[in-house]
């Protein structure tokens, strides 16, 4: 059956067909439709069903204010939407709704109510489907209806990301940039991004071939895209496998790895600069493959000068300068949030030139014993070997240990840093809702009962973050005020919220993934209550992980102690570097340790927060500069 046109050129409707097969039909001006049917004559009763028979399958263009929506299955998910809002303002609904004509006239609709919803809002007319009524047996009705309005929403197929990318490829044929498609598409605000999401998410096969299978979003399929395009099929795959197995993690790896791609070109100049410096200072450059704490290599801080020289001595940089076999190894260090390229020394062959492995027994250069005629002397030469041997285990346990210290909290910072970005997205998009919020009134009670540092200076500041996640161009409290002010009760109480979330956000500190203040926990709860699901970095903040368990996980107890012994928090404190290539360890300042964490489930809500600031991570202090371990 053909479906009438809606629209002619000039935005009128067709005439509806007023003729079925040969008969002809009265307009339906002519007759009252609020007449009752009591006082019609059979002749006009006749009429009348003809009319109403002669609306079946036609459109009828109707004010959306004028229909009654029928009852429908639909009932969580039927609020109004501002992009179909807009595109209904700029092209009208052009997909007819369907419906019947009651008693009265009146047209109820059966199927459609959303787009009858997004048409008052956008104050165009709806074209009705004209259908006949309902059958007089409720039951039989009710069943049809229920049937047709679950077809109708769940027999369909959305397009795919194939689809919608061959499109938009046809319209930017045409000369059409992504924020003309937007404008044309309707999508308002975040549409030109929406629009260049899919020409770079279409254009990659990886992208493309995992949306299909794995129904990624058309955010995670442009960013997988990205990194596809730069060549990063590791990560790109990886990116893939959290969107299924671990979402919550998807942007936090994308913005770390985005971090280090972006610092690429600065690592590969800083590399090829000292690689000349060294070059030119004849110093031999050692790759990767050549470990630094086995066979004839071995950096320096493992050595002394000489095997006279003292047990448990080191050489210097100083003393192995003019060394045959002075070299070094290239590594990546970390200081003031960047990473920078440095050199650890070494001596290519120490066994060659001489010099002794620094905790080899006196007169040694390593521990390799030989035997005597002498008895006695023997044994008290395998009791030396003995105790150099593990005076060395315990110096290499250590630089390990150090080394995932520093790399643990190097790595976390990293992670911290890009969660922030997708937990400040949801709080503006929190802000832009208007729901009730369950709980609100006993969070805002509690957090105003405490009167907390966070929300103190969120005040003193006018509310800087806030003011910056809803974009009112403006750093006081006025349009915040003005915000608030013209708000239905609902939506004063989540921006109460929102302000206070916001407060308790500028005042998470860096360190709170592994030393928490109760209200960082509190905030993260919050959040949590209220649909946020955190990524694993976040989730640190209500069960810290332990720097000692990560190391004795990696590389078992410390062979001098049952407990290992915390020297120090790495790249935090910025005195450890980064491991040596083909090492694994680092210097650390031996001194502070883990602080106290506290159990999310013994927050006692109507205690005193404590006034004290936060102590801030030293993460960027600068670097001690001295070499490191390796």
């Not at 320096?300 to 095997?307: A, E, H």
């Amino acid at each position: 059956m053909e479906i009438p046109a809606q629209r002619d050129d000039n935005g009128q409707a067709d005439e509806p067909a007023t003729t079925t097969g040969d008969v002809v039909v009265p307009e339906t001006g002519d007759v009252d439709e609020s007449a009752s049917t009591d006082a019609l004559t059979e002749e006009e009763s006749r009429v009348q069903r003809a009319v109403r028979e002669a609306e079946y399958d036609t459109i009828v263009y109707c004010d959306p204010d004028d229909v009654v929506i029928g009852v429908n299955v639909r009932t969580e998910n039927a609020d109004t939407d501002p992009t179909t809002i807009q595109d209904m303002k700029q092209r009208g609904v052009d997909m007819a709704v369907k419906g019947y004509r009651d008693d009265d006239g009146t047209v109820i609709i059966t199927m459609g109510q959303r787009r009858v919803l997004n048409a008052r809002e956008a104050q165009c007319e709806v074209p009705v489907w004209i259908q006949a009524p309902p059958s007089d047996d409720e039951r039989e009705a009710t069943i049809d209806r229920i049937i047709g309005q679950l077809n109708e929403n769940d027999l369909r197929e959305g397009l795919t990301l194939g689809d919608r990318y061959n499109a938009l490829q046809q319209l930017v044929a045409f000369d059409l940039k992504p924020a003309g498609i937007a404008r044309k598409l309707g999508r308002g605000k975040g549409g030109k991004k929406y629009v260049e999401n899919v020409l770079q998410a279409g254009a990659s096969d990886l992208a493309r071939a995992a949306t299909d299978r794995y129904d990624l979003t058309l955010d995670q399929a442009a960013i997988v895209a990205e990194f596809e395009a730069r060549g990063d099929l590791v990560n790109a795959k990886e990116l893939i496998r959290l969107a299924v197995a671990e979402p919550n993690n998807f942007r936090v790896l994308a913005d770390v790895q985005r971090r280090k791609h972006a610092e690429a070109e600065q690592v590969r100049a800083q590399t090829e600069q000292l690689t000349r410096e060294l070059t030119d200072a004849k110093v031999t450059i050692l790759d990767d493959t050549i470990d630094a704490d086995t066979g004839p290599a071995r950096s320096l801080d493992r050595l002394r000068l000489t095997p006279d020289s003292e047990p448990g001595s080191e050489i210097t940089v100083e003393q192995h300068g003019n060394c045959p076999g002075h070299a070094a190894w290239l590594y990546e260090d970390y200081r003031d949030g960047r990473t920078v390229i440095d050199a650890r020394y070494g001596c290519a062959d120490f066994l060659e030139h001489d010099h002794a492995l620094s905790n080899a027994p006196a007169g040694r250069s390593d521990f390799t014993p030989y035997d005597t005629d002498d008895e006695d002397e023997n044994e008290d030469d395998a009791a030396a070997f003995d105790a150099a041997r593990a005076a060395h285990a315990a110096a290499e346990w250590q630089r390990r240990a150090n080394s995932i210290r520093f790399r643990w909290v190097r790595d976390s910072n990293a992670e911290w840093d890009g969660a922030i970005e997708r937990r400040h997205e949801w709080l503006a998009a929190f802000a832009a809702k208007s729901a009730a919020l369950k709980g609100a009134q006993v969070f805002l009670a509690t957090q105003k009962l405490k009167g907390g540092r966070a929300l103190r200076r969120a005040m003193e500041r006018n509310h800087k973050l806030a003011n910056t996640l809803l974009n009112t161009g403006d750093s006081g409290r006025r349009p915040l005020a003005e915000l608030i002010s013209t708000a239905k009760a609902a939506k004063a109480a989540r921006y109460d919220v929102f302000l206070t979330l916001c407060a308790m956000e500028e005042e998470l500190h860096r360190d709170a993934w592994r030393t928490p203040y109760p209200e960082n926990q509190e905030y993260l709860t919050a959040l949590m209550g209220w649909g946020y699901e955190p990524s694993s970095i976040e989730l640190r903040v209500l069960k810290p992980q332990q720097v000692d368990d990560v190391i004795v996980e990696q590389i078992g107890p410390d062979p001098e102690s049952e407990d290992v012994t915390d020297s120090g928090d790495g790249e935090d404190s910025d005195t450890a570097s980064a491991a040596a290539a083909g090492g694994d360890d680092d210097d650390a300042e031996d001194g502070d340790s883990d602080d106290e964490v506290v159990d999310p489930s013994a927050i006692d809500l109507s205690g005193d927060v404590a006034d004290s600031p936060p102590t801030p991570s030293t993460e960027d202090s600068k670097s001690t500069g001295g070499e490191a371990a390796a």
